[in-house]
Structures are given as C-alpha cells and as structure tokens.
C-alpha cells in the first residue's frame, strides 16, 4: 500500500489549520477541535483521516483537561488508529515522535499516573512542506 499523499490546502484551509494548531498549543483543545473540523469538513481523499485524528487528538486532551479519562482514553485510542496509516513524517509533522508521546500518555491515562498526567501536554510543530 503506497503511502497516502501530502494534504493540499487552499489559503481558508490553511488559516484554519494555523489557527487549530496554536489553539491546540495554546491549551485552547475545544477550540482546536472546532477549528479542524471545519477544515475537515472540506477535506475529501486520503488526506481526511489525518486531520480526523488530530482532531480527534484535541478531542482527547480537552476530555483530560475536564478530568474526564475514559473519554481521553477512548478518543485518544481512536485517534492513534486513525494516525497509523500515515508515514513517520507528514506534512511537515514529525507523526512518529507524535504517536510516541500519545501512546505515553494514553498509558498515562489507562494507569491513572497522575506524574505523567500533570505533565505539560505535546505541543504540535509542522514545518512548511508547502511552497
């Protein structure tokens, strides 16, 4: 199966996804959520499962922030599913060392390890694969 391709996003598309990323670094994971999905919304092909999950990732750490670890722990597993498929690099994302830190703190949140859990979340960072 060849590896799915790079999203390719208007100038609207691409201010919402800006706009997601610093709302979900900002700790703003509510707003994040509504922000990528109404880029999501727009998204067709093989590119949609990958703004799906990240979605569904900002999802998850609004659940923790709200004290609410079996919704954390439901979205989060679902949203690693959704990011799987996706190579190690995406985007300009590094997904693996992404994926890594979700399953750390999915672990977290199975054990209810409350060091991990009043850690500083992850931050997204995606380099510019656009021109």
Same mark, same amino acid.
């Given at each position: 199966?060849?590896?799915?391709?790079?999203?390719q996003l208007n100038a609207e598309e691409r201010a919402l996804f800006d706009r997601g990323v610093a709302e979900f670094n900002a700790g703003l994971y509510f707003e994040c959520h509504e922000s990528l999905e109404d880029l999501w919304t727009g998204v067709r092909g093989p590119t949609r499962d990958f703004f799906q %999950? !990240?979605?569904?990732?900002s &999802? /998850?750490?609004?659940?923790? #922030? *709200? %004290?609410n670890l079996g919704g954390a722990r439901s979205t989060l597993t679902r949203a690693l599913k959704r990011l799987e +498929?996706? +190579?190690d690099r995406y985007y300009g994302f590094e997904l693996a060392t992404h994926r890594r830190l !979700? %399953? *750390? $703190?999915? =672990? /977290?949140i199975e054990r209810k390890d409350e060091? &991990? !859990? /009043?850690? #500083? +979340?992850? #931050?997204w960072h995606f380099a =510019?694969? $656009?021109p």
């Amino acid at each position: 199966m060849s590896e799915p391709p790079e999203p390719q996003l208007n100038a609207e598309e691409r201010a919402l996804f800006d706009r997601g990323v610093a709302e979900f670094n900002a700790g703003l994971y509510f707003e994040c959520h509504e922000s990528l999905e109404d880029l999501w919304t727009g998204v067709r092909g093989p590119t949609r499962d990958f703004f799906q %999950g !990240l979605i569904q990732v900002s &999802v /998850a750490f609004h659940h923790l #922030t *709200r %004290g609410n670890l079996g919704g954390a722990r439901s979205t989060l597993t679902r949203a690693l599913k959704r990011l799987e +498929p996706y +190579p190690d690099r995406y985007y300009g994302f590094e997904l693996a060392t992404h994926r890594r830190l !979700l %399953g *750390r $703190w999915l =672990a /977290a949140i199975e054990r209810k390890d409350e060091q &991990v !859990l /009043a850690e #500083t +979340p992850p #931050t997204w960072h995606f380099a =510019a694969p $656009w021109p």
